[in-house]
């Protein structure tokens, strides 16, 4: 079983780019999902969660109204859209799943509750 991220890249302060979180070896739709990202010496930071059932779809405060994530069950992956990129949203992206149900609807969504992780994506956002 696996997590694979795809979609990251070089993009000016302003684009956007899609991630994918592909599974491989269980289903998707049996888990809530986030997103992650970190820098290199800091502590991952929670950037979206969505839930079993795809009625919750939580963001953290400054992604708000620029990114949206969703799942597609059929290609049993998740995905993260991200628009209007700025210089600070640059990281490495992670997806991985939750450790229970509900966990999106938490005030705040930390790592520690999600147990299975990709190996990320690099996203850079440079003009």
């Known amino acids: 079983a696996q997590l694979v991220e795809s979609g990251g890249g070089l993009v000016p302060p302003g684009g956007s780019l899609r991630l994918s979180c592909e599974a491989s070896?269980?289903?998707?739709?049996?888990?809530?999902i986030g997103w992650f990202r970190q820098v290199p010496g800091k502590e991952r930071e929670a950037v979206s969660c969505i839930g079993r059932s795809d009625d919750i779809k939580n963001y953290a405060a400054s992604m708000k109204g620029r990114f949206a994530i969703s799942r597609d069950n059929a290609k049993n992956t998740v995905y993260l859209q991200m628009n209007n990129l700025k210089h600070e949203d640059a990281d490495r992206y992670y997806c991985?799943?939750?450790?229970?149900?509900?966990?999106?609807?938490?005030?705040?969504?930390?790592?520690?509750?999600?147990?299975?992780w990709g190996q990320g994506t690099q996203v850079t956002v440079s003009s």
């Open positions: 991985a799943t939750g450790t229970y149900e509900g966990i999106c609807s938490l005030i705040k969504i930390v790592e520690e509750d999600f147990d299975f």
């Open positions: 070896g269980f289903a998707v739709e049996d888990f809530s």
